[in-house]
Nanobody, 126 residues
């Protein structure tokens, strides 16, 4: 079992930055491919970013590429999402997710992730 707890969300003005964190407990964190997803009001969940077990490969949605950075610190059992140049369209509940598999790919498919956090609200105002 893996438990995930997101933190760092809040209200921020457009153009500013936020750093989200997801702390993991339970199964060995370093064995998990980690992803970030978000769900905006009235919209379905969408992929944001993912990172492989050692952080060697990342994957980003086109909507955030160049603005967001996913990283992980396996010693701290934590994955991060640095969000820069935030825009109103980034407003959503952000979820981190974990998958454990023999494969080590930064999948963009939510169905590939077994464990999910409770989400943290990010609201961008202008």
């Amino acid at each position: 079992q893996v438990q995930l707890v997101e933190s760092g969300g809040g209200l921020v003005q457009a153009g500013n930055s936020l750093r989200l964190a997801c702390a993991a407990s339970g199964s060995t964190f370093s064995s998990q491919v980690m992803g970030w997803f978000r769900q905006a009001p009235g919209k379905e969940r969408e992929f944001v970013a993912a990172i492989t077990r050692s952080g060697g490969r990342t994957n980003y949605a086109d909507s955030v590429k160049g603005r967001f950075t996913i990283s992980r610190d396996n010693a701290k059992n934590t994955v991060y999402l640095e969000m820069m140049s935030l825009i109103e369209a980034d407003t959503a509940v952000y979820y981190c997710a974990a998958r454990s598999s023999v494969w080590n790919a930064p999948s963009s498919a939510g169905s590939d992730y077994r464990y999910w956090g409770q989400g943290t609200q990010v609201t961008v105002s202008s």
